[in-house]
């Protein structure tokens, strides 16, 4: 059966949008396998499925390429917001996610902007494999871990350019700490209000 999507990308983070709305939601598990293997199939970091919402304007479900689900995917979020907005004629949307409502605006350039909410930072919401306390993680730089609706660990460092991260990512995201893997993310600290960061993709590699 044919399906129609849309293949975007945000800064090299690739997604696909299935527009799934006054219809049944024809992606699966096995269809999401299919669907990101990047050499039979589209290739993707993350599926969105757009669906019909009673409380929002839609609701979005995730997919990873492994055929699993996740709560949330910014970078998908803001692609689906995108499309949206410009159907409806508006400039600001609610979608209903995993991880709760969502209100995303465009901005004044043209950016779609999300709200993702606070960063959770037990344990257990990461996850990581066992308690711990997650702003120190038993790990060589102490990095810290919370999730955003997917699990998220991240290291502070003084050179972003000495980071080898293709060769210290794989190794992190599919770390035993981290039993559904793990974005890796290397942050450079530049003032209060600039950062820079390189991130490690979990399933996607360096975007």
Not at 141 to 161: E, I, K, Q, R, W
């Amino acid at each position: 059966m044919p399906l129609s999507f849309h293949k975007m990308h945000a800064n090299g983070d690739d997604f696909v949008v299935v527009d799934a709305r006054n219809s049944a939601n024809p992606v699966t598990s096995a269809l999401a396998r299919r669907m990101g293997d990047r050499h039979r199939g589209i290739g993707f970091n993350q599926l969105a499925v757009v669906l019909d919402c009673e409380d929002a304007d839609a609701r979005l479900m995730f997919w990873n390429t492994d055929g699993s689900t996740l709560d949330v995917c910014g970078s998908a979020t803001r692609g689906a917001a995108d499309r949206l907005m410009r159907e409806s004629n508006s400039t600001s949307i609610t979608l209903r996610t995993n991880r709760g409502l969502l209100t995303c605006q465009r901005t004044s350039n043209g950016k779609i902007s999300v709200s993702m909410g606070p960063p959770m930072f037990g344990w257990s919401d990461v996850p990581l494999a066992h308690e711990m306390d997650t702003l120190v993680l038993p790990l060589d730089g102490g990095p810290s871990a919370c999730s955003m609706g997917n699990p998220h660990c991240t290291y502070f460092v003084d050179d972003l350019t000495a980071i080898d991260i293709a060769a210290i990512g794989p190794a992190l995201e599919t770390h035993p700490l981290f039993p559904l893997r793990t974005n890796v993310h290397f942050v450079q600290i530049i003032d209060r209000k600039h950062i820079r960061l390189r991130i490690w993709e979990r399933w996607g590699g360096i975007p």
